[in-house]
């Protein structure tokens, strides 16, 4: 386990593939359209989305302004942010940073008849997969995730709404044209559209919101990155959260003191780091296994300094 390097992150486009399959909820723009028919402004809405065969499918309210705007002009741009659930969002938001997020453009096409049913009975067949993975996992995964907010973290839960028939809605696939990643300080960086369409999604992003709301809502699992921080990168964090995570590894929010000279008062600010895997975690089994396994180790190597092994 290191620091970041060029082996040890992922592409740009895979972090944006992964964002979108992680979340559920992203905020669509379609450019307003006055009763004449000019065009002025955009028209924002926060709304619900799947991803099928690489492009999001959108729920839109019937009472939406989309449902006009779209019908004279169809181009529209969708932005996703990877997932903050619980304590991560009230940090992000203390220290004035954004999640990384995915921004695209192209064509906000309507779904009808038999391929918007064909839509609506895909997600009901998404929801009920996620719902029987979560009983089914195994002892280690299931003691990760169990700090976690069920309500807050999942799709199935998330989605519900979309399929209870208390509103009405249009579904739209989105044709990607262009796509753009964009970091933690809000600096953009454009993603190869080739690169876009031609990988995939890991199998961890659909589960990151709950590992890492589950990890950061655990004291002891918090303890354990803060060991991490120490064994691992030799850097005293005095607290830590799990930022994000992908199969190469994951990024830690460490709490570490300010390098001071003279008379100064000691300082703490909040500092990412990279930590990665001996060996890629390619589903949340190994991934959860890889981080006991690591746990496990931090603490004999700690006790081994302290002259308790």
């Known amino acids: 386990m290191k620091g970041s390097n ?39 809405s ?12 959108i729920w839109v309210p019937e009472h939406e302004l989309h449902n006009v705007n779209t019908i004279i002009d169809e181009r529209g741009s969708f932005s996703v942010a990877s997932p903050y659930p619980g304590p991560l969002g009230k940090l992000l938001k203390s220290m004035n940073k954004f999640p990384v997020r995915v921004a695209l453009t192209g064509d906000v096409v309507p779904v009808k008849d038999k391929k918007a049913e064909s839509a609506a009975n895909y997600l009901k067949e998404m929801m009920l997969s996620e719902e029987k993975a979560l009983k089914e996992f195994n002892y280690t995964v299931s003691g990760v995730l169990s700090s976690s907010n069920h309500f807050s973290t999942t799709q199935s839960e998330n989605l519900k709404e979309l399929i209870d028939g208390g509103e009405n809605y249009v579904i739209y696939k989105f044709n ?41 809502q655990s004291e002891a699992r918090r303890r354990g990155l803060i060991l991490f921080c120490f064994i691992y990168l030799n ?3 005095r607290d830590a959260y799990m930022l994000s995570l992908d199969r190469k590894g994951f990024d830690v929010l460490g709490k570490v003191r300010n390098k001071v000279t003279g008379d100064e008062i000691d300082e703490y600010q909040w500092k990412q780091f990279r930590i990665t895997f001996k060996e890629e975690a390619w589903d949340i089994e190994s991934f959860c296994q890889q981080l006991v396994e690591m746990e496990e180790d931090a603490i004999k190597k700690v006790s081994s300094y302290s002259g308790l092994g």
């Not at 592409?11 to 669509?28: D, F, H, M, P, R």
């Not at 799947?50 to 492009?55: A, D, T, V």
């Not at 809000?186 to 890492?212: Q, R």
Request: one cysteine or more.
């Open 6 to 44: 060029k082996a040890t992150v992922l592409t740009l486009a895979e972090k944006c593939k992964n964002i979108l399959v992680s979340n559920w909820q992203g905020y669509l723009n379609t450019i307003k359209t006055d009763a004449q028919g000019s065009k002025e402004n955009i028209y924002t």
């Open 46 to 57: 926060k709304v619900k989305y799947i991803i099928r065969k690489g492009n999001p499918l």
């Open 176 to 216: 990607l044209s262009s796509c753009m990643f964009v970091d933690g300080n809000g600096g953009t960086h454009e993603v190869d559209f080739e690169d876009m369409e031609k990988c995939k999604a890991g199998l961890l992003a659909p589960y990151s919101a709950k590992l890492i709301d589950g990890i950061n």
């Open 235 to 237: 850097v005293n964090a």
